[in-house]
């Protein structure tokens, strides 16, 4: 190969799918010399940059870069600037200058020199104005300044000059003649502005996937007999359709460009066409034709401390001038903890519950001393009077809101109409049937059916079945006080069975108690799931991602500067969950609050690694929320959080506690509940779990990162 040569692209192609980009492209850029690419939106140019790059994997033919078979080799050598500004928004145009400094490896000192320079040859504002608050033309100049900050001795341009006044453009122009002039450095320029190019050595005109000439502007508007490059464009464009079409020469002169082009051009049409291809033949007559499978690997090192740094503080910056970004983990899992804690688990209270008392009025029971309900007398005598007003009174607690009816109808019509949900009927004969069961010893068979009668509405089964709960206790309570008042054993009202003893938790332990774990599990898991997907794909769509990759930056120390800092800030995220739940909102604990961080920890982590996977295979922030939503449901509902997944089918129960959330949710239940330590088994699983899903997606997502790049 020529040592003058600096680009060498040889047969060329790019797909996507049945689309075709680049059909056999052949381009050859001298070093030390400003090559424009031309050619409408569309035509492949941004597509042949991204593969001379190294971000595009061509589908057959092969590109040299100074010698290489891959330009990855050379990122150091290369400045690319991409369509998009792709800068990070909450730096300063000082903090973007200096972050790609840092990643070339350039000192501090050179790359405070290289600021100043820049600054004024692409008047760059130097207030400390963020780069999110610049116009569009001003973003383009801090893009195109971070290119040259290493002086590299290739510059990729793509659009470099879109919005700029024109004495900058021309200033830009100067600049770029006397750096390849002087440092004979390469540069590629691609610009909707076609004349500008007459500037350049060398231009290659675009067309659909084509190049369609290459050659010196000032001899291609000789050759053609033309006044501007686009008249130049527009016949090799006719000249390409005609071709394609398969149209006769008489229609070929009957379509010709009349006007500045006469005879001559048509001549001059004829025989440029015809060396333009031969040249190309003898390019694709070419039988060393690789594929980009063959290039030599990439010998970057795998680590360097400066580009890691670089991250660092890239990342840093980035949240602390991002105030949402930055009060939005600290402010969410105190949220979310309050509203678990205020609305979920605890018993439902001021539940309307109706009581229909035909024995008594509700005035006379308002006056009635319950104490006065029941009167001994003799040793084995007892007189009871008004009994209702007393199983009254024991249904006056926080759960229940009483209503009072006057008749059975108008409770029953209140009950179907959703008014209440439920309501009790005491008979008008209550006080005697009791005491006959009491003094005369009835069996239940012996007792009419109307004694106390319960009507629930069951639709909704937590506040049906509390209020049957807690009405069943309630009555027990006031069955076994009404013997103890006649002087019975109270032995006698209690069934033949007792618990001796709750080895583990308490009866009257609410349900919140069962949801804690999973809910902290839950919550920690999907906010660095969310977390991760958010900043990294912000970095992704503004092109952030890709630049850096260019600049040099590898797989390992993207993922690991990522990684690093999402998981230093996850350790603060997981303290504030276990300072709110226990010392806050003072939910019990017995076993070790180091054990419990730990676990909440690692669960966390597993949730940011999953996101780093989810946020690189994704395109956009829409693709991750379908992904995030079609994990989260499943997860939740499967995993024994809401409901025990000893109820799930016993052959997917396997499947389930493989799950990130299953395992890991009974081992915190453990912990806090039992006080079971790391020895336990199942505190054991629940660490195996999240460490297999820690290792299985990170190696998956660097493995990926790795493919791409």
């Given at each position: ?83 998009g500004t792709s800068l990070v928004r909450d730096f300063t145009v000082k903090d973007s200058i200096y972050f790609f400094g840092r990643i070339y490896n350039v000192d501090d000192e ?397 009866q009257n332990d609410e349900f919140i108690i069962f949801m804690t774990p999973g809910i902290v599990t839950t919550m920690i898991y999907f906010m660095g799931v969310m977390m991760t ?66 676990l909440i920890y690692l669960q966390g982590l597993a949730g940011i690694v999953l996101g780093f996977g989810i946020s690189i295979v994704s395109d956009s922030h829409v693709t991750a ?85």
């Open positions: 190969m020529n040592d003058q040569v600096a680009i060498r692209v040889k047969d060329v192609q790019k797909s996507y799918g049945s689309n075709h980009i680049l059909k056999k492209i052949c381009l050859n850029v001298q070093k030390g010399s400003i090559y424009g690419l031309l050619g409408s939106s569309g035509c492949g140019k941004t597509t042949l940059l991204s593969c001379i790059i190294g971000r595009n994997k061509i589908d057959q033919g092969e590109i040299q870069v100074f010698g290489k078979k891959s330009s990855a080799l050379l990122s150091s050598k290369v400045g690319y600037m991409p369509q050179i790359i405070h020199q290289r600021y100043e320079e820049l600054v004024e040859l692409l008047e760059l504002p130097k207030d400390g104005r963020f780069i999110k608050d610049c116009s569009g033309g001003t973003q383009r100049r801090i893009s195109f300044a971070v290119t040259l900050v290493h002086k590299p001795e290739l510059l990729i341009l793509d659009e470099p000059t879109v919005g700029t006044d024109p004495i900058l453009r021309d200033r830009v122009w100067k600049y770029l003649l006397k750096i390849s002039q002087e440092d004979k450095t390469t540069v590629i320029i691609t610009t909707h502005y076609i004349e500008e190019t007459r500037q350049a050595n060398q231009i290659g005109l675009m067309r659909d996937g084509k190049i369609l000439i290459e050659e010196n502007p000032e001899k291609l508007l000789n050759m053609y007999n033309c006044e501007s490059l686009e008249e130049v464009y527009l016949i090799l464009s006719k000249n390409q359709e005609f071709a394609k079409n398969r149209v006769t020469v008489g229609e070929i002169e009957e379509g010709e460009h009349a006007g500045n082009v006469g005879d001559t051009a048509q001549s001059q049409l004829s025989i440029s066409s015809r060396e333009t291809t031969e040249a190309f033949d003898e390019c694709n007559a070419s039988t060393d034709v690789l594929t980009t499978e063959e290039t030599t690997k990439n010998p970057n090192r795998i680590f360097a401390m400066h580009r890691f740094k670089a991250l660092l503080e890239k990342n840093w910056k980035s949240l602390r001038r991002n105030h949402l970004a930055s009060i939005f983990p600290v402010l969410m899992p105190g949220i979310q903890v309050l509203c678990f804690l205020i609305a979920i688990g605890r018993d439902p209270t001021n539940v309307p519950f109706g009581i229909v008392n035909e024995e008594r009025t509700r005035d006379f029971c308002k006056h009635f001393e319950v104490n006065q309900s029941v009167v001994r007398y003799g040793e084995w005598d007892c007189h009871i009077n008004s009994i209702s007003c007393r199983f009254v009174d024991f249904l006056n607690i926080p759960l229940i809101e009483e209503k009072f009816y006057d008749s059975r109808s108008k409770a029953m019509e209140d009950l179907k109409t959703g008014k209440l949900y439920g309501f009790v009927h005491l008979h008008k004969n209550l006080s005697k049937l009791m005491e006959n069961r009491l003094t005369e010893g009835l069996d239940l068979d012996d007792l009419p059916d109307e004694e106390i009668q319960i009507y629930l509405d069951m639709s909704s089964l937590q506040i049906g079945g509390t209020l049957k709960m807690r009405i069943a206790e309630r009555y027990q309570e006031f069955h076994k006080q009404v013997h103890e008042d006649c002087n019975f054993l109270s032995g006698s009202t209690q069934l033949p069975l007792r618990v001796e003893e709750y080895f583990y938790g308490d997907c958010v900043i990294i794909l912000d970095e992704k769509c503004e092109g952030i991602w890709d630049r850096s990759i260019v600049a040099g930056v590898t797989s390992v120390e993207l993922s690991l500067s990522h990684l690093l800092f999402q998981t230093t800030f996850m350790g603060f995220m997981a303290l504030e969950l276990v300072v709110l739940v226990f010392f806050c909102f003072q939910q019990p604990y017995v076993g070790s609050l180091w054990l419990i961080y730990l929320n379908i992904l995030v939503s079609g994990i989260f449901n499943p997860l939740v509902l499967a995993s024994g959080i809401m409901w025990p997944a000893e109820a799930i089918n016993e052959y997917l129960l396997y499947v389930v506690k493989c799950l990130p959330l299953s395992l890991p949710t009974t081992a915190l239940r453990n912990v806090i509940k039992k006080g079971l330590t790391v020895c336990d088994s199942d505190t054991l699983y629940g660490f195996g779990i999240l460490c297999m899903w820690i290792v299985i997606c990170g190696v998956l997502s660097i493995f990926y990162i790795k493919r791409k790049q």
